[in-house]
């Protein structure tokens, strides 16, 4: 039998709490306690040039015992802010950065990994505020797929469609969109923001948010988390 993997989505808001203190050890905490074997993170860069990481590079590994996948920036953990942590087993492949389009920057990453033998394809996104330019981002980038080879495939992140119903239909149309819970705001979830959607090669086991005394603190988003295995 296949072993699952588990899959973390966690939007840090530049590891700024809730309770106005910067803590980028407390967030690292917080994603090894999930004991994913990937977590998508958003928000992980500060936002002006050159965006140095919010988390300490040099202590990533050694607190969270997972590895960054690798972006072209010295200073930066992730592409638009988007980040993805391995576990330090996972193999990584092709990685692409992808600029896409909308009102404000945003971006996406695709990595080809393999985990406990699997082959499959993580995409971290961070979509825009608003609803055109979700819906313009998602077109953008299932262009950009079509293009590449087919490999099982997830997408996560901080989706910011308030509405579980309507706002994510090109994304509906490709994957199976789950919303483990209510993840914003942190101290008193009202809304679902943070989603993982996977294809029809992948089946979900089990899914949760983290909601603890110390992530209702650590930024204005809970992790989400699901574990899920190859048809």
Do not use: C
Not at 90 to 111: H, N, Q, S, T, W
Request: hydrophobic fraction near 45%.
């Amino acid at each position: 039998m296949t072993a699952s993997m588990r899959i973390a989505s966690y939007n840090i808001r530049k590891a700024m709490g809730t309770d106005r203190r910067r803590d980028p050890d407390r967030i690292l905490r917080i994603i090894k306690q999930l004991q994913a074997d990937v977590v998508v993170l958003q928000e992980a860069d500060r936002r002006r040039a050159p965006r140095p990481s919010a988390l300490p590079l040099a202590d990533v590994e050694r607190l969270s015992g997972m590895r960054p996948v690798a972006v072209p920036n010295e200073v930066s953990i992730g592409w638009h802010g988007n980040a993805i942590l391995v576990s330090r087993e996972a193999e990584i492949g092709d990685v692409e950065l992808l600029d896409l389009p909308g009102i404000e920057p945003r971006g996406a990453m695709v990595v080809d990994l393999r985990l406990r033998g699997q082959a499959l394809r993580v995409i971290a996104v961070h979509l825009g505020l608003l609803r055109p330019s979700r819906k313009e981002q998602l077109t953008a980038m299932f262009d950009h797929l079509t293009e590449r080879p087919t490999l099982p495939a997830l997408i996560a992140g901080d989706m910011n469609e308030w509405s579980q119903k309507v706002g994510l239909g090109r994304l509906a149309r490709h994957f199976t969109i789950y919303a483990p819970g209510k993840t914003f705001h942190a101290r008193l979830p009202l809304a679902a923001l943070d989603r993982i959607a996977l294809d029809e090669t992948l089946r979900l086991e089990n899914a949760g948010v983290v909601e603890t005394e110390e992530t209702r603190l650590a930024s204005d988003h809970l992790p989400i988390w699901v574990d899920v295995a190859p048809l």
